[in-house]
């Protein structure tokens, strides 16, 4: 081995990536594959995907990496993975899975039938979180499932996150760290273990501890590539897979966010300034501080949940009729700035534009809205997810 590399997989919303990496940071070679389509939505305000989507774009991704750089392939010391955040699969008793993934931008709700003991509620309402409670209630997808798809609940043997399922399709292993574990799920964040039978929060997603899969700390070796994986990917058979965490606190990390007066600056499909501290500090009431990646430290986060998806979202629904095809992705989006969004009068006479289509349901398809143009001027939209603001409404159509 001349110069040990990493192979590592990035399964982000929008795209997927494999990056073979130098000891310094660089990169030997990367291959990036978009999703088309990133969700399937069935339903409004359903996302979901075929969980063996996101391993297929890891095959696809690996097998370039690999073809191109067959004479590194012996320097390769690891595998790492890291993927979306609170993106949910059911898995049967052969680990396979019995319905497609509930992907972190899915807004269906659960009923809040009256779920929490007496006691819990009582304490919750004394510390003002009732509110706080039933929505995450609703938001969990577990809740839904068990509600709306009962027989589907009890075969479920597993209830994982994305990359829990990826680290099993790629080491026969159903593992994962401690910073994998953000979203909706029995976690106890500040002793990064799942939470007690007894735990004050458990009711709001009593998922049984059989159902949660083994943890393990990041950095220690999760399994070894198999004999199956390497067929489908290129990746040489035995490698160890080591446990990382989530994109975010992955990119974090990347940036070398690991002391108290740095925070990093996450601009992705959904936009996040995390901090990096040794103590757990909640940055909102009742929002968890999420386990890093290093063991010994929290990541903080506040989040603008629209972040440059609503970029390209604008991009695909008011550039594509002038967009030349042959061009680069950046000269097009340049192209797109200048020619649509400079035209637009400043503040736009109090035109807002929420790109859900309605306040609440999920983003639109990628080909965009069909009303959608450059010619497009807000005195004129009157239907889509726009709406002008007045100071007799808080929001007119």
Request: aromatic share 10%.
């Amino acid at each position: 081995m001349k110069t040990p590399l990493i192979l590592t997989f990035d399964v982000g919303t929008q795209s997927t990536r494999c990056l073979l990496v130098r000891p310094d940071g660089s990169f030997a070679d990367l291959c990036q594959v978009k999703h088309d389509p990133p969700y399937r939505s069935r339903n409004p305000g359903w996302a979901e995907q075929d969980p063996d989507f996101y391993y297929q774009r890891i095959c696809e991704t690996g097998r370039a990496v690999c073809q191109r750089n067959g004479e590194l392939l012996g320097d390769i010391a690891a595998v790492a993975l890291t993927t979306i955040r609170d993106t949910v699969l059911c898995l049967d008793g052969g680990n396979r899975p019995l319905r497609d993934a509930i992907l972190w931008l899915d807004k269906r709700r659960a009923q809040f039938d009256d779920p929490i003991p007496l006691y819990n509620k009582l304490l919750f309402r004394a510390v003002g979180m009732s509110g706080a409670v039933e929505n995450i209630y609703r938001a969990s997808a577990c809740n839904w499932i068990a509600q709306r798809q009962p027989e589907l609940w009890v075969r479920t043997a597993k209830y994982v996150m994305l990359p829990t399922y990826l680290n099993y399709k790629m080491t026969g292993v159903l593992a994962d760290c401690a910073a994998n574990m953000i979203g909706h799920m029995p976690f106890d964040y500040k002793r990064r273990r799942w939470q007690g039978p007894s735990a004050l929060t458990r009711c709001v997603y009593n998922i049984p501890q059989e159902k949660l899969c083994e943890l393990t700390p990041s950095g220690q070796i999760i399994g070894r590539v198999t004999r199956e994986f390497s067929a489908d990917s290129g990746v040489p058979e035995g490698l160890p897979l080591i446990a990382t965490g989530s994109d975010k606190g992955c990119e974090t990390l990347g940036l070398s966010v690991i002391q108290p007066r740095k925070a990093a600056i996450s601009l992705g499909t959904t936009a996040t300034i995390q901090l990096a501290l040794e103590r757990y500090v909640e940055p909102q009431p009742f929002m968890p501080a999420y386990p890093a990646v290093p063991n010994h430290l929290y990541n903080p986060e506040i989040e603008l949940y629209r972040g440059f998806w609503l970029v390209s979202w604008f991009l695909r629904s008011s550039a594509p009729r002038t967009w030349p095809r042959r061009r680069s992705w950046a000269a097009r989006r340049r192209s797109c700035w200048i020619g649509t969004s400079w035209t637009y009068r400043r503040g736009a006479g109090g035109c807002c534009s929420s790109p859900t289509g309605r306040r609440g349901s999920p983003p639109l398809p990628p080909g965009g809205p069909s009303w959608a143009s450059p010619t497009t001027t807000p005195a004129t939209i009157s239907t889509g997810p726009f709406w002008r603001a007045s100071p007799s409404s808080s929001t007119t159509r």
